[in-house]
């Protein structure tokens, strides 16, 4: 039987944020207080390969007004290039799902001391630094490492140290365990979640318009998020061809950090059939309504 969505189709929705569960710099009931002073009716909570703030920010989108959409966003590699896979509404406690999670936070961290001990021998940083900025229970990554090196003045801000140090031309960059794009994506249908393609049409990820599209159908990919700050306009033409072509869902948001990102709530933002079909499409969990 099919779900009457009741989330509010007049106000903005925005698919796409992260919480000091992850790289973001603000609790998850912190950024659903912010996305209910922005004005924005209904929020998902995406954060990298881990659902961990979904408890406290669906206490906090009732206490709001504000409706979540518990999601993921699944961290996958190919070759040395980075790309993120969108989960929404999957059942946190599959089995496969939080193995792979798991296997990716635990291979991120030993990365990440990787690289603050070559970074520490050209730059002042320590271990140490990097945990003193990171909050307690997220999942220490670069964008940890990009903090302390703001705090220790080395760079003016994140963006800064990834478009430099962090970069993998840096000379610093170390690899991780990550799943190929349509594994992620067959973990998020078994799931019972919808997979979408998170900003693929940047320079890393654009690469898989051409030479991995057919499989990642093939796979199950149900999405694409086309109304995103990093996806260039050429891009955006082709996605929106390629979800017609083959009537994929299409998203906006704006990939909220807090503090970490210049991306602001409500930015870009997703239309209310979109979301529909999204939770038409679930059966592994529900949005909280307020």
């Known amino acids: 039987m099919s779900r009457v969505p009741r989330f509010d189709p007049a106000k903005p929705i925005d698919l796409h944020t992260h919480s000091s569960a992850s790289d973001g710099t603000e609790e998850p009931a912190e950024v659903v207080r912010q996305a209910s002073l922005a004005g924005v009716g209904t929020i998902a909570l995406t954060d990298h390969d881990s659902t961990a703030g979904w408890r406290v920010a669906s206490a906090a989108a009732v206490r709001h007004g504000v409706t979540l959409v518990p999601g993921v966003e699944l961290s996958t590699q190919i070759g040395r290039a980075s790309v993120h896979v969108l989960g929404y509404l999957v059942d946190p406690q599959n089995v496969a799902l939080r193995v792979e999670m798991d296997a990716v936070r635990e291979s991120r ?43 220790n003045g080395v760079v003016p801000n994140r963006s800064a140290a990834f478009d430099s140090i962090l970069h993998w031309r840096g000379g610093y960059y170390q690899p991780h365990h990550a799943p190929a794009p349509e594994r992620a994506i067959e973990l998020v249908r078994a799931a019972g979640g919808v997979p979408v393609l998170a900003h693929p049409a940047t320079r890393g990820g654009a690469a898989l318009l051409d030479d991995r599209f057919s499989e990642l159908l093939a796979a199950g990919l149900l999405g694409l998020e086309i109304e995103h700050r990093e996806n260039g306009e050429e891009g955006k033409r082709v996605l929106r061809e390629l979800a017609a072509r083959h009537d994929l869902i299409v998203t906006g948001s704006s990939d909220y950090h807090g503090s970490g990102k210049p991306n602001r709530l409500g930015e870009h933002t997703t239309a209310p059939a979109m979301l529909e079909r999204i939770i038409e499409s679930a059966s592994g969990s529900s949005p909280v309504y307020p």
Do not use: F, Q
């Not at 050209?122 to 990009?146: C, F, M, N, Q, S």
């Open 109 to 151: 961290v030993t990365r990440a001391e990787r690289m603050v001990a070559r970074i520490g021998a050209d730059y002042p940083l320590t271990w140490a630094d990097v945990l003193a900025v990171a909050e307690t229970g997220a999942t220490v990554g670069r964008p940890h490492i990009a903090d302390a090196l703001v705090v």
